[in-house]
């Protein structure tokens, strides 16, 4: 499942978020940015579960799972790319 | 730099709940690399905050209202003007908007250059007329009415959905639940700003502006798109954020390219939750919140000065994204002498 982020989203060295087309600004734990930053450098799905699966305890099913919820997330606060 | 020292007069100094663009145009233009200015204060009441910050305004005039005779007003202007050579106005006064774009020529005649829109782009976006403009320029404007009578606003609430804005012609916008506030707002708008009174569908989302400056020819000189964060309750911004989002500008560039818009201009639109965007009103004038625009890196009224002058000025192409204003008021004391003196002798 790809996650298309919507260009431009920033995040500072404090870890929050900030979106420059609406000027809202979200801040979130520490997994969240780490899968954000993963995002942004262009991860592809299977090299993220990748990552994830080495630093947390994840087997496939969590991880899709995870992402379903996460991407949920990131459409409600319309932080992926549209078209 | 400017070989000379520009005069320029300034009006909206009225730095209250309800701020008027006077005091952040004159810092702009204070902070301007390319001009030297002398700043003329032009005041409407002898209270106006910014009347008596003496860092910025080198000299104020007491002006009376235009609703007490253009020819008064006018008169006031040519005074002050055989005082002080003014090079530039910049009214940042609704209601002296229409006197003066009828006498831009004439203002001119004497010296005083202004950059205005002309007559038509004035009336073309008045709130009266913006379901028209929206449907001239392909804009989603909220349902809305002119009224002129109680038993009009309860018709026009039957002919749109609640809730309402109850919109005076220049100034003041309240949110009605029911028909009875708007009546209610319709009373207390028109007795202060007389009528037509706007009755407007409400739109639920986000408020977000842009301030802008066109060159006449139809070019974009500037444009910064702000969302407001914290908002009065005179739904006046008193923080908000320069934001990149795309449509505005877009929108921006496609109005001021199609009217040929000369002049400053403020856009105001809602962004509803599925990115619908409404047009709810243009006012034809640079906003209170232009010192923004100067803090992203456009400073718009440095611009609109050189256009007056008829020198030319390179349209910005970028502003920095995530700068904020956060407004604030402050308690300057000031002798009751030099408030009186003011008042006595209409000048200070």
Same mark, same amino acid.
Not at chain 1, 44 to 50: A, E, G, H, V
């Given at each position: 499942?790809?996650?298309?982020?919507?260009?431009?989203?920033?995040?500072?060295?404090?870890?929050t978020?900030?979106d420059?087309e609406?000027?809202?600004s979200?801040t979130?734990?520490?997994t969240?940015?780490?899968?954000?930053?993963?995002?942004?450098e262009?991860?592809t799905? =299977?090299?993220?579960? =990748?990552?994830l699966?080495?630093?947390?305890?994840?087997?496939?099913?969590?991880f899709?799972r995870?992402?379903? =919820?996460?991407?949920a997330?990131?459409?409600?606060?319309?932080l992926?790319?549209?078209d | 730099?400017?070989?000379?020292?520009?005069?320029?007069?300034?009006? *909206?100094?009225?730095? #209250?709940?309800?701020?008027?663009?006077?005091?952040?145009?004159?810092? +702009?233009?204070?902070?301007?690399?390319?001009?030297d200015?002398?700043?003329?204060?032009?005041a409407?009441e002898?209270?106006e905050?910014g009347? @008596?910050?003496?860092?910025?305004?080198?000299?104020v @005039?007491?002006?009376?209202?235009?609703?007490?005779?253009?020819?008064l007003?006018?008169?006031?202007?040519?005074?002050i003007?055989?005082?002080?050579k003014?090079?530039?106005l910049?009214?940042?006064f609704?209601? &002296?908007?229409?006197?003066?774009?009828k006498?831009a020529?004439?203002?001119?005649n004497?010296?005083i250059?202004?950059?205005?829109?002309?007559?038509?782009?004035?009336?073309?976006?008045?709130?009266?007329?913006l379901? &028209?403009? $929206?449907?001239?320029?392909?804009?989603?404007?909220?349902?809305?009415?002119?009224?002129s009578s109680?038993?009009?606003?309860?018709?026009?609430?039957?002919e749109m959905?609640?809730?309402?804005?109850?919109?005076? /012609?220049f100034?003041d916008?309240?949110?009605?639940?029911g028909?009875?506030?708007v009546? &209610?707002?319709? @009373?207390?708008i028109s007795?202060?700003?007389?009528?037509?009174?706007i009755?407007?569908?409400?739109?639920?989302?986000?408020?977000?502006?842009?301030?802008?400056?066109g060159?006449?020819? *139809?070019?974009?000189? *500037?444009a910064?798109?702000?969302?407001?964060?914290?908002?009065?309750?005179?739904? /006046?911004?008193?923080?908000g954020?320069?934001?990149?989002d795309?449509?505005?500008?877009?929108?921006?560039?496609h109005l001021?390219s199609? #009217?040929?818009?000369?002049?400053?201009?403020?856009? &105001?639109?809602?962004? #509803?939750h599925d990115?619908?965007? @409404?047009l709810?009103?243009i006012?034809p004038?640079?906003?209170?919140?232009?010192?923004?625009?100067?803090?992203? +890196?456009?400073?718009l009224?440095?611009a609109?000065?050189?256009?007056?002058?008829g020198?030319d000025f390179?349209?910005f192409?970028?502003?920095?994204? $995530?700068?904020?204003?956060?407004?604030?008021?402050?308690d300057?004391i000031?002798d009751?002498e030099?408030?009186?003196?003011?008042?006595?002798?209409g000048?200070?």
């Amino acid at each position: 499942m790809n996650i298309n982020l919507k260009p431009g989203l920033r995040i500072s060295e404090q870890g929050t978020l900030f979106d420059p087309e609406t000027g809202d600004s979200y801040t979130m734990n520490e997994t969240g940015l780490q899968i954000l930053r993963y995002l942004q450098e262009g991860l592809t799905p =299977d090299q993220l579960y =990748d990552r994830l699966s080495q630093e947390f305890n994840l087997n496939v099913e969590g991880f899709n799972r995870m992402m379903i =919820d996460f991407k949920a997330l990131l459409n409600s606060f319309q932080l992926l790319k549209h078209d | 730099m400017t070989e000379r020292k520009i005069t320029v007069a300034v009006s *909206g100094l009225n730095n #209250t709940d309800n701020p008027g663009p006077g005091i952040p145009v004159i810092r +702009g233009l204070r902070e301007a690399a390319s001009l030297d200015v002398r700043i003329i204060g032009i005041a409407y009441e002898n209270l106006e905050p910014g009347a @008596y910050m003496q860092e910025l305004v080198d000299k104020v @005039y007491l002006v009376p209202y235009p609703s007490q005779g253009t020819d008064l007003m006018m008169g006031r202007l040519l005074d002050i003007h055989s005082r002080e050579k003014i090079d530039v106005l910049i009214p940042n006064f609704d209601a &002296e908007l229409l006197p003066l774009i009828k006498s831009a020529d004439w203002l001119r005649n004497e010296g005083i250059h202004t950059f205005l829109p002309t007559m038509e782009q004035y009336e073309e976006r008045l709130k009266s007329n913006l379901p &028209e403009y $929206g449907r001239n320029y392909g804009i989603m404007v909220p349902a809305s009415r002119p009224v002129s009578s109680p038993s009009e606003s309860l018709n026009a609430c039957r002919e749109m959905e609640g809730p309402f804005m109850v919109k005076g /012609k220049f100034y003041d916008a309240y949110l009605a639940h029911g028909p009875e506030q708007v009546v &209610e707002y319709f @009373y207390k708008i028109s007795a202060k700003w007389g009528l037509p009174v706007i009755i407007q569908q409400y739109i639920h989302g986000t408020e977000v502006n842009v301030v802008a400056l066109g060159d006449g020819k *139809g070019n974009t000189v *500037g444009a910064v798109p702000m969302k407001k964060q914290y908002i009065t309750d005179k739904g /006046k911004a008193w923080g908000g954020i320069a934001i990149s989002d795309p449509y505005l500008l877009e929108l921006t560039r496609h109005l001021l390219s199609a #009217t040929k818009w000369r002049g400053g201009m403020e856009l &105001e639109l809602i962004k #509803t939750h599925d990115r619908k965007y @409404y047009l709810v009103e243009i006012n034809p004038r640079i906003p209170a919140w232009v010192y923004l625009a100067v803090g992203a +890196g456009q400073n718009l009224p440095e611009a609109l000065v050189h256009l007056a002058l008829g020198l030319d000025f390179k349209p910005f192409d970028a502003f920095e994204v $995530g700068k904020m204003f956060i407004r604030y008021s402050y308690d300057m004391i000031v002798d009751a002498e030099r408030h009186q003196n003011f008042t006595m002798k209409g000048d200070m």
